[in-house]
């Protein structure tokens, strides 16, 4: 079933890991066959995974579009690639619909198209407080003339052209020279989805015996209470909507950085946490195994008066939650903006828990 969708003021933009640069050969995004959007910029060398590399209005307000066809050059790989196939319409319509009541405006503004390292294609759509990935497919490696697409000699080879321009951008060289381009598999493994929710719990670390135990609480230490969770995942989405979805189960990625405020009385707390790449794939898929769609809660416990926290992964069945390694997180943790609690891993930059 296709909606008789609105038309919106979409904004296009494209998204790639800075370490891995691209030159769009060609690229649109259709309706009903034919061109809607402004096209994608050729060429992008900045931003993060899933963050638009442009913020330009579009000139007329459009229906969402159907049909996404791509083709790019890797650099960093001397490969090029194209896809085609149809996108969400429904579901897009349904999203660009809704509203940030606080700011006014629509939540999501942009459809976000990623090119990854190996042909991985990811389409999002992206908004301030908000984005969601809505496909994640893969593109089919091609062999093409160069001159058919750039103004370039006819006779001109793709590994001298990517030489040439990968050369000049120094923070991908660096970055490819010290480490190269991550493994396939472990990509992949940023954009698999899983169903879990955030549970943090509030409660006391009894010492003596190892074990958390219900926190007991009084007039002159109140019982905490949650202000907010959000977050940013390793398929390029985040969340800081602050309106309690991310404690429902929802399909999501990985979590690559979360924050969380509470308070105590008069007292403000707020926690940051950063996850290891390799270390919480690595978690997260020994937990799960080849079920994806189980309904799993990511636990976080906190006794904040202690300065106790501690991580664990719990499904319907277990005798206990499964407790995170802190080798596959970092943790920060301030009381009224003075520093309260670090991991002894913490090696994060001073400000860096500004995102």
């Known amino acids: 079933m296709t909606t008789d969708g609105g038309k919106y003021g979409i904004r296009v933009s494209g998204s790639l890991p800075y370490y891995a640069p691209v030159e769009?050969?060609?690229?649109?995004?259709?309706?009903?066959?034919?061109v809607a959007l402004q096209p994608l910029y050729s060429y992008f060398m900045t931003k993060e995974w899933g963050?638009?590399?442009?913020?330009?209005?579009p000139e007329e307000e459009t229906p969402v579009p159907t049909h996404l066809d791509i083709t790019w050059l890797s650099l960093a790989e001397k490969k090029v690639y194209s896809a085609s196939f149809p996108l969400p319409q429904d579901k897009l319509d349904l999203l660009f619909k809704q509203q940030d009541e606080k700011r006014s405006r629509p939540?999501?503004?942009h459809i976000v198209v990623g090119m990854a390292p190996y042909g991985g294609v990811a389409v999002w759509v992206y908004g301030y407080k908000s984005s969601m990935l809505i496909d994640w497919q893969q593109a089919t490696e091609i062999t093409v003339n160069l001159a058919d697409y750039l103004p370039v000699d006819s006779e001109a080879s793709i590994d001298v052209y990517c030489d040439y321009y990968?050369?000049?951008?120094?923070a991908a060289m660096e970055y490819l020279n010290t480490n190269g381009l991550p493994s396939r598999h472990l990509f992949e493994k940023y954009m698999h989805q899983f169903c879990y929710r955030y549970l943090p719990m509030f409660q006391q670390w009894?010492?003596?015996n190892e074990q958390w135990k219900?926190?007991?609480?009084d007039d002159e230490a109140p019982h905490p209470e949650l202000d907010y969770i959000q977050e940013g995942l390793y398929d390029g989405t985040h969340d800081k909507l602050h309106n309690d979805r991310l404690m429902n189960y929802h399909e999501a990625g990985k979590p690559k950085k979360l924050a969380m405020q509470w308070h105590v009385g008069k007292k403000e707390f707020t926690a940051y946490v950063w996850m290891e790449d390799e270390g919480i794939c690595a978690v997260f898929d020994r937990f799960y195994g080849n079920?994806?769609?189980?309904?799993?809660?990511?636990?976080?416990?906190?006794?904040?008066f202690k300065k106790k926290f501690q991580l664990a992964l719990y499904?319907?069945?277990?005798e206990e939650p499964v407790t995170i390694s802190e080798d596959a997180y970092q943790m920060i943790v301030f009381k009224d903006q003075f520093e309260h609690y670090r991991t002894k891993n913490y090696d994060q930059p001073r400000g860096a828990w500004i995102w």
């Open 24 to 34: 769009i050969l060609d690229a649109s995004l259709k309706i009903n066959d034919n």
């Open 51 to 57: 963050k638009p590399s442009s913020d330009v209005l």
């Open 107 to 109: 939540l999501y503004e």
């Open 166 to 170: 990968l050369n000049e951008d120094e």
């Open 206 to 208: 009894d010492e003596e």
């Open 214 to 217: 219900q926190l007991e609480t």
């Open 291 to 304: 079920h994806r769609d189980t309904k799993v809660d990511f636990i976080i416990r906190i006794d904040p």
């Open 315 to 318: 499904h319907y069945g277990l």
